[in-house]
Protein backbone atom coordinates (compact mmCIF):
# COMPACT_ATOMS: atom_id res chain seq x y z
CA UNK A 1 0.00 0.00 0.00
CA UNK A 2 0.95 3.22 -0.38
CA UNK A 3 2.60 6.00 2.51
CA UNK A 4 0.33 8.61 3.69
CA UNK A 5 3.28 10.51 2.59
CA UNK A 6 3.34 9.11 -0.86
CA UNK A 7 -0.30 9.42 -0.66
CA UNK A 8 -0.29 13.42 -0.05
CA UNK A 9 2.44 13.56 -2.14
CA UNK A 10 0.68 12.49 -5.09
CA UNK A 11 -2.69 14.52 -4.18
CA UNK A 12 -0.35 17.55 -4.07
CA UNK A 13 1.33 16.70 -7.88
CA UNK A 14 -1.85 15.64 -8.34
CA UNK A 15 -3.47 19.59 -7.81
CA UNK A 16 -0.50 21.47 -9.73
CA UNK A 17 -1.47 18.82 -12.58
CA UNK A 18 -4.57 19.72 -12.34
CA UNK A 19 -3.71 23.72 -13.34
CA UNK A 20 -1.18 22.67 -15.99
CA UNK A 21 -4.30 20.00 -16.90
CA UNK A 22 -6.59 23.66 -16.99
CA UNK A 23 -4.19 25.21 -19.46
CA UNK A 24 -3.65 22.45 -22.06
CA UNK A 25 -8.04 21.80 -21.71
CA UNK A 26 -7.95 25.72 -22.97
CA UNK A 27 -4.99 25.65 -25.85
CA UNK A 28 -6.01 21.50 -26.91
CA UNK A 29 -9.77 21.54 -26.22
CA UNK A 30 -11.43 24.86 -26.14
CA UNK A 31 -9.20 26.54 -28.90
CA UNK A 32 -8.23 23.17 -30.84
CA UNK A 33 -4.69 24.53 -30.51
CA UNK A 34 -1.59 22.11 -29.98
CA UNK A 35 0.38 23.82 -28.05
CA UNK A 36 3.99 22.44 -26.37
CA UNK A 37 4.51 25.72 -24.97
CA UNK A 38 4.00 24.37 -21.77
CA UNK A 39 7.31 22.18 -21.49
CA UNK A 40 8.90 25.93 -21.11
CA UNK A 41 6.31 27.85 -19.44
CA UNK A 42 5.94 25.37 -16.52
CA UNK A 43 9.67 25.76 -15.69
CA UNK A 44 9.41 29.60 -16.80
CA UNK A 45 6.99 29.97 -13.65
CA UNK A 46 9.09 28.47 -11.50
CA UNK A 47 12.58 30.22 -12.52
CA UNK A 48 10.35 33.49 -11.83
CA UNK A 49 9.21 32.76 -8.56
CA UNK A 50 12.39 31.22 -7.58
CA UNK A 51 14.64 34.35 -8.36
CA UNK A 52 11.97 36.60 -7.22
CA UNK A 53 11.71 34.79 -3.61
CA UNK A 54 15.78 35.07 -3.08
CA UNK A 55 14.93 38.37 -3.62
CA UNK A 56 12.63 38.81 -0.86
CA UNK A 57 9.50 39.41 -2.65
CA UNK A 58 6.31 38.68 -1.50
CA UNK A 59 5.31 34.92 -2.00
CA UNK A 60 1.80 35.77 -3.93
CA UNK A 61 3.54 38.43 -5.92
CA UNK A 62 6.29 36.76 -7.12
CA UNK A 63 3.61 33.88 -7.91
CA UNK A 64 1.72 36.57 -9.75
CA UNK A 65 4.45 37.56 -11.96
CA UNK A 66 4.89 33.68 -12.38
CA UNK A 67 1.44 33.61 -13.87
CA UNK A 68 1.99 37.10 -15.93
CA UNK A 69 5.53 35.13 -17.38
CA UNK A 70 3.65 32.18 -18.79
CA UNK A 71 1.02 34.61 -20.56
CA UNK A 72 3.54 36.08 -22.03
CA UNK A 73 5.47 32.89 -23.15
CA UNK A 74 1.95 31.88 -24.16
CA UNK A 75 1.02 35.42 -25.71
CA UNK A 76 4.68 35.03 -27.88
CA UNK A 77 3.54 31.73 -29.44
CA UNK A 78 0.35 32.70 -30.14
CA UNK A 79 1.47 36.10 -32.07
CA UNK A 80 3.98 33.51 -34.10
CA UNK A 81 0.87 31.94 -35.08
CA UNK A 82 -1.80 34.66 -35.28
CA UNK A 83 0.56 36.92 -36.96
CA UNK A 84 2.92 35.27 -38.53
CA UNK A 85 1.14 32.60 -39.76
CA UNK A 86 3.71 30.01 -38.57
CA UNK A 87 2.26 26.49 -38.14
CA UNK A 88 0.82 26.45 -34.24
CA UNK A 89 2.74 23.32 -33.10
CA UNK A 90 5.76 24.23 -34.46
CA UNK A 91 4.92 27.90 -33.32
CA UNK A 92 4.91 26.35 -29.67
CA UNK A 93 8.02 24.61 -30.28
CA UNK A 94 10.44 27.29 -31.36
CA UNK A 95 8.83 29.30 -28.30
CA UNK A 96 9.35 26.04 -25.61
CA UNK A 97 13.08 25.92 -26.84
CA UNK A 98 13.62 29.72 -26.75
CA UNK A 99 12.23 29.37 -23.12
CA UNK A 100 15.16 26.96 -22.14
CA UNK A 101 17.31 29.40 -22.77
CA UNK A 102 15.39 32.27 -21.37
CA UNK A 103 14.64 29.94 -18.21
CA UNK A 104 18.32 29.96 -17.57
CA UNK A 105 18.78 33.25 -18.10
CA UNK A 106 16.52 33.90 -15.10
CA UNK A 107 17.93 31.80 -12.83
CA UNK A 108 21.58 32.19 -13.63
CA UNK A 109 22.28 28.70 -12.86
CA UNK A 110 20.44 25.71 -13.91
CA UNK A 111 18.62 25.27 -10.46
CA UNK A 112 17.76 27.63 -7.28
CA UNK A 113 16.90 25.83 -4.07
CA UNK A 114 14.29 27.29 -1.79
CA UNK A 115 15.16 25.78 1.27
CA UNK A 116 15.17 29.33 3.97
CA UNK A 117 13.02 31.51 1.49
CA UNK A 118 9.18 32.08 2.81
CA UNK A 119 6.92 30.51 0.39
CA UNK A 120 3.24 30.89 -0.52
CA UNK A 121 2.96 27.76 1.72
CA UNK A 122 4.95 29.02 4.77
CA UNK A 123 1.98 30.56 7.12
CA UNK A 124 -0.01 27.66 6.42
CA UNK A 125 2.71 25.48 8.35
CA UNK A 126 0.99 27.09 11.62
CA UNK A 127 -2.39 25.80 11.00
CA UNK A 128 -1.34 22.65 13.37
CA UNK A 129 -2.07 20.56 10.08
CA UNK A 130 0.28 17.49 9.43
CA UNK A 131 3.27 18.62 7.50
CA UNK A 132 2.22 17.02 4.80
CA UNK A 133 -1.36 17.86 4.66
CA UNK A 134 -0.68 21.53 4.11
CA UNK A 135 0.36 21.81 0.35
CA UNK A 136 -2.72 19.80 -0.08
CA UNK A 137 -5.37 22.56 1.57
CA UNK A 138 -3.42 25.18 -0.48
CA UNK A 139 -3.32 23.54 -3.35
CA UNK A 140 -6.95 22.22 -3.31
CA UNK A 141 -7.98 26.14 -2.79
CA UNK A 142 -5.88 27.35 -5.63
CA UNK A 143 -7.45 25.08 -8.08
CA UNK A 144 -11.18 25.52 -6.42
CA UNK A 145 -10.79 29.12 -7.59
CA UNK A 146 -9.13 28.85 -10.92
CA UNK A 147 -11.74 26.00 -11.64
CA UNK A 148 -15.49 28.71 -10.09
CA UNK A 149 -13.22 31.46 -12.22
CA UNK A 150 -12.13 29.70 -15.43
CA UNK A 151 -16.25 28.29 -15.32
CA UNK A 152 -17.36 31.98 -14.91
CA UNK A 153 -14.83 33.16 -18.02
CA UNK A 154 -15.89 30.27 -20.39
CA UNK A 155 -19.63 31.39 -19.24
CA UNK A 156 -19.20 34.92 -20.05
CA UNK A 157 -19.49 36.64 -23.91
CA UNK A 158 -15.83 36.92 -24.08
CA UNK A 159 -15.41 33.11 -23.16
CA UNK A 160 -18.10 31.88 -24.96
CA UNK A 161 -16.55 33.79 -28.29
CA UNK A 162 -13.45 31.63 -27.32
CA UNK A 163 -14.82 28.38 -27.33
CA UNK A 164 -16.72 29.25 -30.44
CA UNK A 165 -13.05 30.35 -32.09
CA UNK A 166 -11.91 26.99 -31.25
CA UNK A 167 -14.98 25.06 -32.95
CA UNK A 168 -15.97 27.31 -35.67
CA UNK A 169 -13.29 29.99 -36.51
CA UNK A 170 -15.41 30.86 -39.66
CA UNK A 171 -18.58 31.31 -38.31
CA UNK A 172 -16.58 33.11 -35.10
CA UNK A 173 -15.43 35.85 -37.86
CA UNK A 174 -18.74 36.22 -39.21
CA UNK A 175 -20.33 36.86 -35.76
CA UNK A 176 -17.94 39.43 -35.23
CA UNK A 177 -15.10 37.79 -33.11
CA UNK A 178 -12.06 38.68 -33.84
CA UNK A 179 -10.60 35.08 -33.82
CA UNK A 180 -6.97 36.10 -33.67
CA UNK A 181 -6.90 38.01 -30.78
CA UNK A 182 -9.32 35.10 -29.17
CA UNK A 183 -6.79 32.60 -29.84
CA UNK A 184 -3.86 34.62 -28.46
CA UNK A 185 -6.04 35.71 -25.08
CA UNK A 186 -6.58 31.89 -24.39
CA UNK A 187 -3.14 31.01 -25.10
CA UNK A 188 -1.60 33.36 -22.78
CA UNK A 189 -4.48 32.06 -20.54
CA UNK A 190 -3.37 28.58 -20.59
CA UNK A 191 -0.05 29.17 -19.89
CA UNK A 192 -0.34 31.53 -17.26
CA UNK A 193 -2.14 28.57 -15.48
CA UNK A 194 0.93 26.63 -16.15
CA UNK A 195 2.85 29.52 -15.25
CA UNK A 196 1.00 29.53 -12.09
CA UNK A 197 1.40 25.03 -11.62
CA UNK A 198 5.48 25.92 -11.88
CA UNK A 199 5.64 28.33 -9.46
CA UNK A 200 3.86 26.38 -7.01
CA UNK A 201 5.65 23.75 -7.70
CA UNK A 202 8.65 25.12 -7.11
CA UNK A 203 7.38 26.18 -3.88
CA UNK A 204 6.22 22.83 -2.41
CA UNK A 205 9.48 20.91 -4.51
CA UNK A 206 11.70 23.90 -2.49
CA UNK A 207 13.54 24.04 -5.63
CA UNK A 208 13.73 25.42 -9.40
CA UNK A 209 15.34 23.45 -12.43
CA UNK A 210 15.69 24.70 -15.41
CA UNK A 211 14.76 20.34 -16.58
CA UNK A 212 12.13 20.33 -14.55
CA UNK A 213 9.70 20.98 -17.30
CA UNK A 214 10.84 18.08 -19.34
CA UNK A 215 7.28 16.07 -20.05
CA UNK A 216 5.06 18.53 -18.23
CA UNK A 217 2.93 18.45 -21.88
CA UNK A 218 2.62 14.66 -21.70
CA UNK A 219 1.52 14.32 -18.12
CA UNK A 220 -0.89 17.22 -18.76
CA UNK A 221 -2.34 15.50 -21.74
CA UNK A 222 -2.80 12.25 -19.79
CA UNK A 223 -4.59 13.76 -17.24
CA UNK A 224 -6.65 15.52 -19.48
CA UNK A 225 -7.28 12.01 -21.41
CA UNK A 226 -7.75 10.25 -18.35
CA UNK A 227 -9.97 12.74 -17.04
CA UNK A 228 -12.42 12.82 -20.05
CA UNK A 229 -12.43 9.12 -19.93
CA UNK A 230 -13.85 8.90 -16.14
CA UNK A 231 -16.19 12.31 -16.52
CA UNK A 232 -18.10 12.69 -19.83
CA UNK A 233 -16.81 16.62 -20.71
CA UNK A 234 -20.30 17.65 -21.83
CA UNK A 235 -20.49 20.72 -20.14
CA UNK A 236 -17.88 22.98 -18.84
CA UNK A 237 -17.84 22.61 -15.54
CA UNK A 238 -17.29 18.52 -16.27
CA UNK A 239 -14.34 19.38 -18.40
CA UNK A 240 -12.65 21.26 -15.95
CA UNK A 241 -13.63 18.75 -13.49
CA UNK A 242 -12.13 16.02 -16.00
CA UNK A 243 -8.83 17.74 -15.51
CA UNK A 244 -8.43 17.91 -11.56
CA UNK A 245 -9.59 13.92 -11.25
CA UNK A 246 -7.87 12.96 -14.15
CA UNK A 247 -4.56 14.52 -12.78
CA UNK A 248 -4.84 13.22 -9.23
CA UNK A 249 -5.64 9.77 -10.17
CA UNK A 250 -2.69 9.57 -12.87
CA UNK A 251 -0.48 10.85 -10.05
CA UNK A 252 -2.01 8.27 -7.47
CA UNK A 253 -1.58 5.59 -10.40
CA UNK A 254 1.86 6.19 -10.72
CA UNK A 255 2.61 6.72 -7.67
CA UNK A 256 0.96 3.05 -7.05
CA UNK A 257 3.07 1.65 -9.65
CA UNK A 258 6.55 3.16 -8.59
CA UNK A 259 5.57 1.86 -4.87
CA UNK A 260 4.38 -1.81 -6.30
CA UNK A 261 7.93 -3.14 -5.48
CA UNK A 262 7.52 -6.10 -8.02
CA UNK A 263 7.01 -3.66 -11.08
CA UNK A 264 10.60 -2.65 -10.37
CA UNK A 265 9.75 0.83 -11.61
CA UNK A 266 11.79 3.87 -10.99
CA UNK A 267 10.88 7.67 -10.43
CA UNK A 268 13.02 8.11 -14.08
CA UNK A 269 10.93 5.62 -15.80
CA UNK A 270 8.06 7.87 -15.36
CA UNK A 271 8.22 9.67 -18.77
CA UNK A 272 8.39 6.50 -20.42
CA UNK A 273 5.45 5.23 -18.26
CA UNK A 274 3.61 8.67 -19.09
CA UNK A 275 4.07 8.00 -22.95
CA UNK A 276 3.05 4.77 -23.29
CA UNK A 277 0.32 5.42 -21.27
CA UNK A 278 -0.74 8.69 -23.05
CA UNK A 279 -0.57 6.36 -26.65
CA UNK A 280 -2.99 3.61 -25.47
CA UNK A 281 -5.00 5.78 -24.51
CA UNK A 282 -4.93 7.59 -28.20
CA UNK A 283 -4.80 4.28 -29.81
CA UNK A 284 -7.36 1.98 -27.85
CA UNK A 285 -10.66 2.11 -28.86
CA UNK A 286 -13.14 3.00 -26.19
CA UNK A 287 -11.51 5.44 -24.62
CA UNK A 288 -11.25 7.74 -27.75
CA UNK A 289 -11.97 10.97 -26.92
CA UNK A 290 -12.14 14.30 -29.70
CA UNK A 291 -8.68 15.01 -28.09
CA UNK A 292 -7.68 11.36 -28.83
CA UNK A 293 -8.98 11.82 -32.98
CA UNK A 294 -7.23 14.99 -32.81
CA UNK A 295 -4.14 12.93 -32.82
CA UNK A 296 -4.99 10.44 -34.93
CA UNK A 297 -6.77 11.49 -37.49
CA UNK A 298 -5.87 13.85 -40.68
CA UNK A 299 -7.50 17.38 -40.08
CA UNK A 300 -9.85 18.02 -43.34
CA UNK B 1 -27.13 50.24 -49.18
CA UNK B 2 -24.56 48.14 -49.98
CA UNK B 3 -21.98 48.70 -53.46
CA UNK B 4 -18.99 46.73 -55.17
CA UNK B 5 -17.49 49.00 -57.93
CA UNK B 6 -15.15 47.15 -60.21
CA UNK B 7 -14.03 44.48 -58.22
CA UNK B 8 -11.43 41.76 -59.06
CA UNK B 9 -9.68 39.28 -57.93
CA UNK B 10 -6.92 36.69 -58.74
CA UNK B 11 -6.65 32.95 -57.33
CA UNK B 12 -3.08 32.31 -57.25
CA UNK B 13 -1.58 34.87 -58.94
CA UNK B 14 1.97 34.11 -61.04
CA UNK B 15 0.62 30.18 -60.60
CA UNK B 16 0.20 27.99 -63.32
CA UNK B 17 -3.25 28.16 -61.37
CA UNK B 18 -3.94 31.52 -62.37
CA UNK B 19 -7.66 31.94 -61.87
CA UNK B 20 -9.51 35.42 -62.05
CA UNK B 21 -12.55 34.55 -60.06
CA UNK B 22 -13.86 38.39 -60.17
CA UNK B 23 -13.47 40.08 -63.19
CA UNK B 24 -14.60 43.99 -62.92
CA UNK B 25 -17.62 42.82 -60.38
CA UNK B 26 -20.50 46.20 -59.81
CA UNK B 27 -23.81 45.75 -58.29
CA UNK B 28 -25.40 48.33 -56.15
CA UNK B 29 -27.97 46.68 -53.79
CA UNK B 30 -30.63 49.28 -52.32
CA UNK B 31 -32.22 49.45 -48.95
CA UNK B 32 -34.60 46.59 -48.52
CA UNK B 33 -33.85 44.72 -51.97
CA UNK B 34 -33.68 41.05 -52.22
CA UNK B 35 -32.00 39.98 -54.61
CA UNK B 36 -31.14 36.47 -55.98
CA UNK B 37 -27.64 35.83 -57.78
CA UNK B 38 -27.48 33.07 -60.52
CA UNK B 39 -24.75 32.01 -62.39
CA UNK B 40 -22.95 28.89 -63.57
CA UNK B 41 -20.60 26.78 -61.46
CA UNK B 42 -17.32 28.88 -60.91
CA UNK B 43 -19.13 31.83 -62.06
CA UNK B 44 -18.08 33.41 -58.92
CA UNK B 45 -21.33 33.79 -56.99
CA UNK B 46 -19.68 32.53 -53.81
CA UNK B 47 -16.19 34.60 -53.96
CA UNK B 48 -18.36 37.41 -54.68
CA UNK B 49 -20.03 36.60 -51.55
CA UNK B 50 -17.46 35.82 -49.33
CA UNK B 51 -15.37 39.48 -51.08
CA UNK B 52 -18.22 41.14 -49.54
CA UNK B 53 -18.13 39.86 -46.12
CA UNK B 54 -14.44 40.33 -46.10
CA UNK B 55 -13.51 36.79 -46.08
CA UNK B 56 -10.98 37.38 -48.95
CA UNK B 57 -9.46 40.32 -49.88
CA UNK B 58 -10.10 42.11 -52.91
CA UNK B 59 -6.84 42.69 -55.18
CA UNK B 60 -9.13 45.86 -56.66
CA UNK B 61 -12.61 47.78 -56.33
CA UNK B 62 -14.25 48.89 -53.72
CA UNK B 63 -16.89 48.01 -51.37
CA UNK B 64 -18.97 50.17 -49.74
CA UNK B 65 -21.70 49.32 -47.12
CA UNK B 66 -24.17 52.33 -45.77
CA UNK B 67 -20.99 55.11 -46.68
CA UNK B 68 -18.70 53.32 -45.34
CA UNK B 69 -15.56 51.91 -47.13
CA UNK B 70 -15.09 48.40 -45.98
CA UNK B 71 -13.18 47.55 -48.88
CA UNK B 72 -9.96 46.26 -46.21
CA UNK B 73 -11.69 45.60 -43.43
CA UNK B 74 -11.47 41.84 -41.89
CA UNK B 75 -14.49 39.92 -41.29
CA UNK B 76 -15.26 40.50 -37.74
CA UNK B 77 -15.45 43.99 -38.71
CA UNK B 78 -17.58 43.70 -40.55
CA UNK B 79 -19.93 41.65 -38.98
CA UNK B 80 -22.09 44.52 -37.56
CA UNK B 81 -23.30 45.51 -41.36
CA UNK B 82 -23.20 41.87 -42.51
CA UNK B 83 -24.96 38.88 -42.06
CA UNK B 84 -24.67 35.30 -43.16
CA UNK B 85 -26.25 32.02 -43.95
CA UNK B 86 -23.68 29.41 -45.51
CA UNK B 87 -24.15 26.12 -47.65
CA UNK B 88 -23.09 24.38 -45.07
CA UNK B 89 -25.71 23.76 -42.00
CA UNK B 90 -22.33 23.26 -40.01
CA UNK B 91 -21.03 25.93 -40.63
CA UNK B 92 -23.04 28.30 -39.09
CA UNK B 93 -23.25 27.03 -35.86
CA UNK B 94 -21.30 25.32 -33.33
CA UNK B 95 -22.50 21.74 -32.84
CA UNK B 96 -20.98 21.30 -29.73
CA UNK B 97 -22.43 24.47 -28.25
CA UNK B 98 -26.36 24.77 -26.80
CA UNK B 99 -29.20 26.07 -29.03
CA UNK B 100 -28.96 29.17 -26.54
CA UNK B 101 -25.36 29.53 -26.65
CA UNK B 102 -25.71 30.03 -30.22
CA UNK B 103 -27.99 32.21 -30.50
CA UNK B 104 -26.50 34.40 -27.30
CA UNK B 105 -23.29 34.39 -30.09
CA UNK B 106 -25.55 35.78 -32.63
CA UNK B 107 -27.07 38.49 -30.35
CA UNK B 108 -24.29 39.90 -29.91
CA UNK B 109 -22.97 40.00 -33.54
CA UNK B 110 -20.38 42.96 -34.44
CA UNK B 111 -20.92 44.17 -30.55
CA UNK B 112 -18.19 44.21 -27.98
CA UNK B 113 -17.97 41.43 -25.70
CA UNK B 114 -17.56 41.13 -22.05
CA UNK B 115 -16.98 39.00 -19.10
CA UNK B 116 -20.66 39.03 -17.80
CA UNK B 117 -22.76 35.42 -18.91
CA UNK B 118 -23.39 35.22 -22.31
CA UNK B 119 -26.33 34.21 -21.86
CA UNK B 120 -28.38 36.12 -20.28
CA UNK B 121 -31.71 35.69 -18.80
CA UNK B 122 -33.63 38.33 -20.44
CA UNK B 123 -32.44 36.62 -23.74
CA UNK B 124 -34.19 33.21 -23.01
CA UNK B 125 -37.71 35.33 -24.17
CA UNK B 126 -36.77 36.42 -26.65
CA UNK B 127 -34.85 33.31 -28.18
CA UNK B 128 -38.07 31.15 -27.47
CA UNK B 129 -40.23 33.44 -29.20
CA UNK B 130 -38.11 33.67 -31.87
CA UNK B 131 -37.56 29.41 -31.98
CA UNK B 132 -40.87 29.29 -31.58
CA UNK B 133 -41.80 30.82 -34.62
CA UNK B 134 -40.10 28.03 -36.44
CA UNK B 135 -42.61 25.59 -35.55
CA UNK B 136 -40.18 22.88 -34.97
CA UNK B 137 -40.20 22.75 -31.39
CA UNK B 138 -37.26 24.42 -30.34
CA UNK B 139 -38.17 26.52 -27.93
CA UNK B 140 -38.62 23.94 -25.26
CA UNK B 141 -34.83 22.57 -26.49
CA UNK B 142 -32.60 25.64 -25.58
CA UNK B 143 -30.33 23.57 -23.27
CA UNK B 144 -29.50 21.31 -26.56
CA UNK B 145 -26.44 21.07 -28.11
CA UNK B 146 -27.19 22.29 -31.72
CA UNK B 147 -24.96 18.97 -33.46
CA UNK B 148 -28.11 16.91 -32.00
CA UNK B 149 -30.37 19.03 -34.64
CA UNK B 150 -30.90 18.10 -38.29
CA UNK B 151 -29.62 19.77 -41.02
CA UNK B 152 -33.18 21.83 -42.29
CA UNK B 153 -33.41 22.11 -38.03
CA UNK B 154 -29.33 23.87 -37.78
CA UNK B 155 -30.19 25.96 -41.01
CA UNK B 156 -33.39 27.38 -39.74
CA UNK B 157 -31.53 28.53 -36.65
CA UNK B 158 -28.71 29.54 -38.58
CA UNK B 159 -31.28 32.45 -40.55
CA UNK B 160 -32.78 33.02 -37.30
CA UNK B 161 -29.09 33.75 -35.64
CA UNK B 162 -28.77 36.03 -38.68
CA UNK B 163 -31.66 37.85 -37.85
CA UNK B 164 -31.76 38.57 -34.32
CA UNK B 165 -29.76 41.82 -34.47
CA UNK B 166 -29.78 44.35 -37.46
CA UNK B 167 -27.79 44.11 -40.35
CA UNK B 168 -27.34 46.21 -43.29
CA UNK B 169 -26.87 43.04 -45.86
CA UNK B 170 -28.18 39.51 -45.49
CA UNK B 171 -26.11 37.35 -47.66
CA UNK B 172 -27.30 33.59 -48.29
CA UNK B 173 -25.37 31.53 -50.71
CA UNK B 174 -27.06 28.17 -51.73
CA UNK B 175 -28.02 27.78 -48.13
CA UNK B 176 -30.77 25.38 -49.02
CA UNK B 177 -28.46 23.10 -51.41
CA UNK B 178 -27.71 20.58 -48.48
CA UNK B 179 -31.67 20.08 -47.48
CA UNK B 180 -33.60 17.75 -48.86
CA UNK B 181 -36.29 19.26 -51.37
CA UNK B 182 -39.08 19.48 -48.66
CA UNK B 183 -37.00 20.65 -45.80
CA UNK B 184 -35.28 23.19 -48.57
CA UNK B 185 -38.71 24.56 -49.71
CA UNK B 186 -39.27 25.20 -45.82
CA UNK B 187 -36.20 27.10 -45.44
CA UNK B 188 -36.73 28.81 -48.38
CA UNK B 189 -40.44 30.02 -47.10
CA UNK B 190 -38.60 30.92 -43.61
CA UNK B 191 -36.45 33.24 -45.60
CA UNK B 192 -39.15 35.27 -47.26
CA UNK B 193 -40.61 35.60 -44.63
CA UNK B 194 -37.99 36.87 -42.28
CA UNK B 195 -37.02 39.24 -44.86
CA UNK B 196 -39.79 40.24 -45.38
CA UNK B 197 -41.06 40.86 -41.74
CA UNK B 198 -37.99 42.73 -40.53
CA UNK B 199 -37.43 44.50 -44.27
CA UNK B 200 -34.18 43.14 -44.49
CA UNK B 201 -31.62 43.76 -47.68
CA UNK B 202 -30.71 40.57 -48.69
CA UNK B 203 -28.47 38.86 -51.25
CA UNK B 204 -29.38 35.12 -52.31
CA UNK B 205 -27.16 32.86 -54.10
CA UNK B 206 -29.57 29.73 -55.83
CA UNK B 207 -28.55 27.24 -58.41
CA UNK B 208 -32.65 26.67 -59.37
CA UNK B 209 -33.52 30.27 -62.28
CA UNK B 210 -36.76 29.42 -61.02
CA UNK B 211 -36.00 30.09 -57.42
CA UNK B 212 -34.00 32.88 -58.35
CA UNK B 213 -37.69 34.10 -60.52
CA UNK B 214 -39.89 33.37 -57.90
CA UNK B 215 -38.01 34.90 -54.54
CA UNK B 216 -37.21 38.45 -54.37
CA UNK B 217 -37.68 41.74 -56.17
CA UNK B 218 -34.11 41.31 -58.02
CA UNK B 219 -32.64 38.65 -60.02
CA UNK B 220 -28.70 39.29 -61.06
CA UNK B 221 -26.67 36.27 -63.29
CA UNK B 222 -22.80 36.30 -62.74
CA UNK B 223 -20.90 34.85 -65.53
CA UNK B 224 -16.95 34.66 -65.53
CA UNK B 225 -16.54 37.03 -62.59
CA UNK B 226 -18.92 39.80 -64.15
CA UNK B 227 -22.87 40.60 -64.14
CA UNK B 228 -24.27 39.81 -67.18
CA UNK B 229 -27.45 40.44 -66.70
CA UNK B 230 -29.80 42.75 -63.99
CA UNK B 231 -33.40 42.58 -64.02
CA UNK B 232 -35.90 44.03 -62.01
CA UNK B 233 -39.73 45.47 -61.27
CA UNK B 234 -41.37 45.32 -64.73
CA UNK B 235 -38.64 43.17 -66.89
CA UNK B 236 -38.63 40.80 -63.99
CA UNK B 237 -42.30 40.41 -63.96
CA UNK B 238 -43.95 37.02 -65.55
CA UNK B 239 -40.25 36.06 -67.03
CA UNK B 240 -39.48 32.71 -67.37
CA UNK B 241 -36.41 30.20 -66.88
CA UNK B 242 -36.49 29.73 -70.98
CA UNK B 243 -36.42 33.68 -70.97
CA UNK B 244 -33.24 34.00 -68.89
CA UNK B 245 -31.67 31.20 -70.78
CA UNK B 246 -32.24 33.13 -73.57
CA UNK B 247 -30.56 36.06 -71.93
CA UNK B 248 -28.03 34.85 -71.05
CA UNK B 249 -26.99 33.76 -74.75
CA UNK B 250 -27.57 36.86 -75.79
CA UNK B 251 -25.55 38.43 -73.28
CA UNK B 252 -22.97 36.33 -74.01
CA UNK B 253 -23.22 36.61 -77.91
CA UNK B 254 -22.85 40.55 -77.39
CA UNK B 255 -19.76 39.87 -75.56
CA UNK B 256 -17.82 37.50 -77.70
CA UNK B 257 -19.56 40.63 -80.54
CA UNK B 258 -17.55 43.20 -78.17
CA UNK B 259 -14.65 41.13 -78.11
CA UNK B 260 -13.77 40.65 -81.75
CA UNK B 261 -14.60 43.85 -82.29
CA UNK B 262 -11.71 44.97 -79.76
CA UNK B 263 -9.82 42.47 -81.83
CA UNK B 264 -10.60 43.56 -84.90
N1 LIG C 1 -10.00 29.77 -52.16
C1 LIG C 1 -9.86 29.60 -53.48
N2 LIG C 1 -8.63 29.37 -54.01
C2 LIG C 1 -8.48 29.22 -55.35
N3 LIG C 1 -9.48 29.29 -56.21
C3 LIG C 1 -10.72 29.52 -55.76
C4 LIG C 1 -10.97 29.69 -54.38
N4 LIG C 1 -12.29 29.89 -54.20
C5 LIG C 1 -12.83 29.87 -55.42
N5 LIG C 1 -11.90 29.65 -56.37
C6 LIG C 1 -12.12 29.61 -57.81
O1 LIG C 1 -12.76 30.80 -58.18
C7 LIG C 1 -13.75 30.54 -59.16
C8 LIG C 1 -15.08 31.05 -58.66
O2 LIG C 1 -15.51 30.19 -57.62
P1 LIG C 1 -16.84 30.41 -56.79
O3 LIG C 1 -16.81 29.47 -55.65
O4 LIG C 1 -17.00 31.83 -56.48
O5 LIG C 1 -17.95 29.99 -57.83
P2 LIG C 1 -19.50 29.84 -57.62
O6 LIG C 1 -20.12 30.76 -58.59
O7 LIG C 1 -19.87 30.02 -56.21
O8 LIG C 1 -19.73 28.35 -58.09
P3 LIG C 1 -20.72 27.24 -57.51
O9 LIG C 1 -21.99 27.44 -58.21
O10 LIG C 1 -20.06 25.96 -57.91
O11 LIG C 1 -20.82 27.41 -56.06
C9 LIG C 1 -13.73 29.07 -59.42
O12 LIG C 1 -12.97 28.84 -60.58
C10 LIG C 1 -13.05 28.49 -58.22
O13 LIG C 1 -12.35 27.32 -58.56
MG1 LIG D 1 -20.65 28.76 -54.65
Known sequence: ?300 | MISATDLRLTFGKGTPLENPALRGMSLTVNQGEFVTVIGSNGAGKSTFLNALAGEVMVDSGQIIVDNQDVTRLPTYKRAARVARVFQDPLAGTCENLSIEENLALAIKRGQRRGLSAAVKRQYLGQFRESLSSLKLGLESRLGDKMGLLSGGQRQAVSLLMASLTPSSILLLDEHTAALDPKTAAFVLDLTEQIIEEQKLTALMVTHSMKQALEVGSRTVMLHQGQVVFDIAGKDREGLEVKDLLGLFEKQRGLQVDDDSLLLG
Open chain 1, 1 to 300: MLSEIAFYGALETGLIYGLVAFGIYISFRVLDFPDLTVDGSFPLGAAVAAVLLLEGWNPWLATGCAVLAGMAAGAVTAILNVKLNILNLLASILTMIALYSVNLRIMGRPNIALLTEETVLTPWYDLGLDYHQVPVLLFVIVVFVSLILLWRFMKSETGLAMRATGANARMARAQGIATGGMIILGVALSNGLVGLAGALFAQSQGAADVTMGVGVIVIGLASLIGGEAVITPSTVIRALLACVIGAIIYRLAIAFALNADILGLQAQDLNLITAVLVTLAIVLPGVRTNIANRFTRKKA
